[in-house]
Antibody
């Protein structure tokens, strides 16, 4: 069965960096676009970024452009989100999801990122 | 950015009764490929979001047939024919036609 497992979240100071990972199983990873979506405490979701299956096309929300980098390693069935220059407003649960335009048919359980001094 | 407006934001429903959520987009959601990427997601308390409906009216595998989606252009609706206790949670419409993809504010369904 399809599984997406995020890791790498934690507490980081403003201006710091974190790298999130999402390990996929149960499907042919290289066939699918993948996304990162975040949800701040008590708020609705925000689509942060997505990358197509080949990795050649990438989109970022304006709120993270220039600070976050999405990447994937199809040989390792893994999706990544490098987050630099973190701000308090980046505090959220970060989910990876399979797919993009059609809303993500599978979502992981999420990993919490807290940016605080 | 496309603004997705849901109503109502709070929906108290009696068990076994129907429920309906409206979602309106600020622009047409017809993609250049001809599809309408309007999706509905459910988030139960303490869980990750789960997609229920994709491309307006296609129900995901395992989703009960009491859930249905409809609409066109800029107006869309999620209907639950008979609400059950497990339907409690927040429902989001989400558009994947125009980047950045955007969500509605969410509709909180509770049992009356």
């Amino acid at each position: 069965q399809v599984q997406l497992v995020e890791s790498g979240g934690g507490l980081v100071k403003p201006g710091g960096s974190l790298r999130l990972s999402c390990t996929a199983s149960g499907f042919t990873f290289s066939d699918y676009s993948m996304s990162w979506i975040r949800q701040a405490p008590g708020k609705g979701p925000e689509w942060v970024s997505y990358i197509i299956n080949s990795g050649t096309t990438i989109y970022y929300a304006d709120s993270v452009k220039g600070r976050f980098t999405i990447s994937r390693d199809n040989a390792k069935n893994s999706l990544y989100l490098q987050m630099n220059s973190l701000r308090a407003e980046d505090t959220a649960v970060y989910f990876c999801a399979r797919g993009s335009l059609w809303g993500g048919d599978y979502w992981g359980q999420g990993t919490l990122v807290t940016v605080s001094s | 950015d496309i603004v997705m407006t849901q109503s109502p934001l709070s929906l108290p429903v009696t068990l076994g009764q129907p429920a309906s959520i409206s979602c309106r987009s600020s622009q047409s959601l017809v993609h250049s490929d001809g599809n309408i990427y309007l999706n509905w997601l459910q988030q139960r308390p303490g869980q990750s979001p789960r997609r229920l409906i994709y491309k307006v009216s296609n129900r995901d595998s395992g989703v009960p047939d009491r859930f249905s989606g409809s609409g066109s252009g800029t107006d869309f609706t999620l209907k639950i024919s008979r609400v059950e206790a497990e339907d409690v949670g927040v429902y989001y419409c989400m558009q994947g036609t125009h980047w950045p993809f955007t969500f509605g504010q969410g509709t909180r369904l509770e049992i009356k």
